[in-house]
């Protein structure tokens, strides 16, 4: 095993590997709580199901990165990505798209991710989309996630007069929220590994003391059935699943794991000192890995699998091979059999959580350059429409129209790949025919 994983090459040791895969895990085993609330919210699956399918997409996904691209990267449903999924897609006030024909638009985008994995078609495509805007994406999608925490939690409620305003501070699911928030801010501040998860514990136990939360019937118990498993191959073969608006959705899925995919495995490989003359050692690998976790994640019944960039903590605690990843995954197996603790936890004790990771994606709005009008003005729009709208189909193509017009008027059409033109013209449509909700 140490010989297969080139401990010895990388200088490190069973020992070190197990801590980093451990604390990998607990940085990211929030969202075994998270992404089954999250789409049991909107989507008419159970919480039950969304669990096991989330754990074993996890483990399948963090297993294939460990063994066969050696990383010590796990992964596990993207945050953004669900929210996409079942805000936008398949809820009643977003597309409406039953479940099924999401699932499936999920697998589709993974299959094209594992292709485009194995030709330079990828590197293509990373270079065509601007910097400013992958940055914009990334921030929009946090300010979104964000706010569905507080939606969720009570935080913020609806308002005939104002469209949104404060919650009451006489609930009790609104105060539990945002103790939670206090609680793992505080433990972020402090750079505990985990703060995040430990935030969602400590929530719930306070909960449950005060009767806000439920306390569950058992702790450990058998995995729940997913009863999701193979639901979407029946869409896939239907003439009526091939719409113009699904290739939007399939597009939207692949577009923010592919590029959320490569940041997190360029910043992850270069904190570890695994990057070689600026380059990505195995990127097809690793690319690939994560295409068949998405693929393998739609087949059990969640949305798309990524890498997470929670992997850098375990980093830090010395994870430098694959090794750590396999860690990672068995910690996730055995999560399997601990769901009653986890179906307990609500929308008000992970409000904190989904919070946070918009606090950690909206940090790459500093990296925007806002000094400049023809990049700043995607970029805001971007940003600003995901929440605004509900939508993170929507803010992306807004930023896609607008991207190459400001820079046409601005004379700099010439210095615009044509890959954005093409995106430019499908966008446009998107608002003019395909767009049904």
Do not use: C
């Not at 008419?44 to 199901?49: A, M, Q, R, T, V």
């Not at 293509?124 to 601007?130: E, G, H, S, V």
């Not at 896939?236 to 923010?256: A, D, H, P, Q, Y």
Request: aromatic share 12%.
């Amino acid at each position: 095993m140490a010989r297969y994983f080139e401990f010895a090459k990388y200088g490190t040791t069973y020992r070190k590997e197990f801590v980093a895969g451990l604390t990998t895990f607990l940085a990211m085993a929030y969202i075994l709580a998270v992404n089954p609330g999250m789409l049991s919210d909107q989507t008419g699956l159970e919480f039950g199901e969304v669990f096991t399918a989330t754990a074993v997409a996890a483990i399948i996904g963090t297993l294939v990165m460990g063994i066969v691209a050696k990383f010590p990267i796990a992964l596990a449903p993207g945050m953004g990505l669900n929210a996409f999924f079942a805000y936008t897609v398949v809820s009643d006030f977003g597309m409406g798209i039953p479940w099924q024909d999401a699932l499936a638009g999920v697998f589709i985008s993974g299959l094209i991710f594992l292709v485009l994995s194995f030709t330079g078609i990828r590197e293509t495509i990373i270079n065509a989309i601007p910097q400013g805007l992958k940055y914009a994406v990334a921030a929009g999608i946090g300010l979104f996630i964000a706010f569905i925490g507080l939606k969720n939690a009570g935080i913020v409620v609806a308002d005939p007069g104002t469209t949104v305003a404060l919650g009451s501070f006489h609930d009790g699911g609104v105060l539990l929220a945002l103790f939670g928030i206090v609680v793992t801010a505080l433990l972020m501040a402090r750079r505990i590994n985990g703060g995040i998860f430990y935030g969602i514990v400590i929530t719930a136990i306070v909960g449950m003391i005060f009767g806000v939360v439920d306390t569950p019937s058992a702790i450990v118990s058998a995995p729940p059935s997913p009863t999701a498993f193979g639901a979407l191959f029946d869409p896939l073969f239907s003439i009526e699943f091939w719409t113009g608006n699904m290739w939007i959705v399939i597009l939207t899925f692949l577009f923010v794991d592919f590029f959320d995919t490569a940041g997190t495995l360029v910043g992850v490989a270069n904190q570890a000192g695994l990057m070689k003359d600026n380059k990505l050692p195995r990127a097809g690998r690793a690319l690939a890995s994560d295409s068949v976790a998405t693929m393998a994640g739609a087949v059990m019944g969640t949305s798309t699998t990524t890498s997470y960039i929670e992997s850098s903590a375990g980093v830090a605690a010395g994870g430098r091979t694959g090794f750590a990843a396999v860690v990672t995954a068995g910690f996730f197996a055995l999560a399997l059999f601990f769901s009653p603790v986890l179906a307990v936890i609500s929308g008000t004790v992970t409000a904190a959580a989904l919070v946070m990771v918009g606090v950690l994606m909206a940090s790459s709005l500093g990296k925007i350059e806002w000094e400049k009008i023809d990049e700043a003005i995607p970029a805001f729009i971007t940003v600003l429409a995901m929440p605004l709208t509900y939508s993170i189909a929507t803010g992306i193509a807004m930023g896609f129209i607008l991207y190459p017009l400001t820079k046409l008027v601005k004379g700099e059409g010439g210095k615009v790949h044509w890959t954005m033109y093409v995106l430019f013209v499908v966008f446009l449509l998107y608002f003019i025919w395909l767009r049904e909700a």
